[in-house]
């Protein structure tokens, strides 16, 4: 069992920056892959990025691509997200998920556990 916390999440303006962090439970953070993934209202979830159990291995979503970027701290049992220049329509509630066996994956029906999210709002 693992469990997720996000944090860090808050109103920023366009252009701005923000870092999320997704703290997890347990011994075993290692095994797990881990994802970030965003819903904003009235729209469906979405895949943002991903790294595998190593950190060795990430990728994201065209849509954030060169302004985001994932990694993961296995000592602390810690992943960041650092959202950079960001616009309106990064506007969401952002959630961290994990998964068993280290593998990342964009598909979020593959991933075992979920936090309860942290809102983002891009607005001047």
């Known amino acids: 069992q693992v469990q997720l916390v996000e944090s860090g999440g808050g109103l920023v303006q366009p252009g701005g920056s923000l870092r999320l962090s997704c703290a997890a439970s347990?011994?075993?953070?290692?095994?797990?892959?881990m994802g970030w993934f965003r819903q904003a209202p009235g729209k469906e979830r979405e895949f943002v990025a991903a790294i595998d159990w190593s950190g060795g291995r990430t990728f994201s979503a065209d849509s954030v691509k060169g302004r985001f970027t994932i990694a993961r701290d296995n000592t602390t049992n810690t992943m960041y997200l650092q959202m950079n220049s960001l616009k309106p329509e990064d506007s969401a509630i952002y959630l961290c998920?994990?998964?068993?066996?280290?593998?990342?994956?964009?598909?979020?029906?593959?991933?075992?556990?979920w936090g309860q999210g942290t809102q983002v709002t891009v607005s001047s």
């Open positions: 347990g011994r075993t953070f290692v095994m797990y892959a």
């Open positions: 998920a994990a998964r068993r066996g280290g593998v990342a994956t964009m598909n979020m029906e593959w991933y075992d556990y």
